[in-house]
């Protein structure tokens, strides 16, 4: 059976906003889907709902199995069952500053997944080779680039072997060249069907590599479909607007 991330008439608010209203939407495995909108559309609160770092008030999610009802107090058991369903890849980077690469990769898989040190440095360097830094790993995150910081953070993301791969606006932080770095990477992912769900504001990229578009707008999502539907086939006017306004960026 498939894994599914599911998401049933889920509200999220933070004071009087309304940042998600009655979101229904179901991710499928092996699809990249990328979640594009103007700032403000709940992009971002939509992605850290799926792995808890926001929680919504009220809904029903479910990940591999598990279903939670959003508006009662969620056990801890089925918080760690979410969250070792799901890894998160910032903008920010958040590596350990005092670890190095390796470490930084392997850190997770020994603590959380208990695996040996030896099998985790094993699959560590492979999934470094993969984002091309393995002649980093004995390097400090100080003495890498933004677009290599990044890289390793994917490379720790897949190390936990989650079933979906969340990215949250993963190059903007990053001028150009280095984001390109990173855009190869997540492109060399999706041609491997893992499961992703990006938030993003580069369409060039949305437009490479999705099997699926989101598109929020107020909380809302005013569109869901593929990649050509989006870009190629939309009458949406507010839609066509934005795509405008976007390559004009």
């Given at each position: 059976?498939?894994?599914?991330v ?104 020994v ?24 002649h ?11 677009g ?57 990229f ?37 795509i ?6």
């Open positions: 059976m498939a894994t599914i599911q998401f049933q008439h889920v509200y999220k608010s933070f004071g009087d906003h309304e940042a998600l209203k009655n979101i229904d939407i179901t991710f499928q495995e092996g699809e990249t889907t990328v979640i594009l909108g103007p700032s403000g559309s709940g992009k971002s609160t939509l992605l850290r709902c799926i792995n808890l770092l926001e929680q919504p008030e009220r809904g029903q999610l479910t990940i591999a199995g598990t279903t939670i009802q959003l508006d009662k107090p969620i056990v801890k058991k089925d918080k760690l069952a979410i969250r070792q369903s799901t890894a998160m890849v910032f903008q920010s980077f958040n590596l350990f500053p005092h670890m190095k690469v390796l470490e930084n990769v392997i850190e997770g898989p603590t959380v997944l208990k695996q040996s040190r030896a099998q985790a440095v094993e699959k560590g360097k492979t999934l470094l080779h993969k984002v091309g830094l393995e980093k790993m004995d390097s400090y995150p100080s003495q890498l680039s933004g290599q910081q990044q890289r390793v953070a994917i490379a720790r993301a897949l190390a936990m072997e989650p079933q979906f791969l969340l990215f949250d606006e993963p190059t903007s932080a990053l001028d150009p060249e280095l984001e390109g770095e990173v855009l190869r990477v997540l492109q060399d992912l999706a041609e491997e069907d893992k499961s992703m769900i990006i938030v993003t504001h580069n369409l060039n949305a437009r490479r590599v999705a099997d699926r578009i989101l598109f929020l707008e107020n909380g809302e999502i005013l569109f869901d479909g593929t990649t050509d539907a989006f870009f190629e086939h939309n009458n949406n006017e507010r839609i066509q607007a934005f405008q306004a976007m390559q004009l960026y």
